[in-house]
């Protein structure tokens, strides 16, 4: 198990720089705005000031999968934290399809952030490609390491971007060859991935936390939705660590990972392969591949 630490902020900043998207651009333009950019200009340092909401979508077979749920989450994010969106969902819509256009994007990651600051900076809307990694299929059959971390998201529910969070999350996972980092909160509840929900599944039943205690993913409400919709039993229930580590299976669900098994929780082993999560990952396939065909010509 892992405490978060108290780093001087510029260590932070540069941590936060080398370990994760941040300083990275994975195209030739960028939005700023209502302007299009190119890649030498690109300057998000933003996110280590102010407020921050950002969302990352993926892009397969070129379409955004499941835009309108990304995007309403983002504007009920800020909505959440008092502020009001300053580009609506239909422009931001425009604005993402002109940049994937631009950067003839077929596949991979956009992020896009509302910023609330001052300055030069103060309600920016950014829009940019981002480095990505997807597991290859024999990751998904021998599952992934993870490791536990006390940590109480502030807001669970509110995407907003944390320096300090991201830049210590990223070097514990680097230094010890973790996929993900399980949170636990103060008084020991097992809550989400540090940027997944968790899944634990026992005697044919699937559980996760409550909705009040986590980020809902949109990879989270689309299993909710899958598994309503072919009886399959899934439960939100508060738990800790001991439930967890008794389980028959554990996933993380995700934009990147869709849903990824897991193999180990720090030094105890467990079962990546499930019947329950084979069944879950060809019906969300299928969820998918529904969504492509309908919005294949959408731009």
Sequence with gaps: MFWITHTSFNNLYVLLRKNSDMGKIEGKYF???NDLREDYEFDNSFLSKGNNFYE?????????LFLEDHLNRLEESARKSNLRPFVTAAEMKKLLFRL???????????????????????????????PYYYPEAEVYLKGVKTEIFR?????PSVKNWFATYKAE????????HLYELILESENGTITEGSQSNLFVIKNNIVYTAPKDLVLEGITRKKI??????????????????????????????????K????????????NPSHPLIDKL??????VINDYISIHKNEF
């Design 56 to 64: 990352v979508v993926r892009i397969k077979d070129s379409v955004v």
């Design 169 to 176: 999350i990223a070097v514990i996972k680097e230094e010890k």
């Design 224 to 257: 909710f939705a899958v598994c309503e919709g072919n009886g399959i039993s899934l439960q939100e229930k508060v738990y800790k660590r001991d439930f967890l580590l008794s389980a028959d299976a554990v996933f993380l669900s995700g934009t990147s990972a």
């Design 259 to 270: 849903i990824l098994p897991v193999s180990g929780i720090g030094d105890a082993s467990i």
């Design 281 to 286: 990952t060809a019906l969300y396939e299928e």
């Design 31 to 33: 939005l700023r705005g």
């Design 151 to 155: 940590f109480d998201r502030p807001n």
């Design 100 to 130: 994937i256009r631009a950067n003839k994007m077929t596949s991979g990651n956009l992020k896009f952030v509302f910023h609330f600051g001052t300055g030069e900076w103060e309600k920016t809307f950014m829009a940019y490609p981002v």
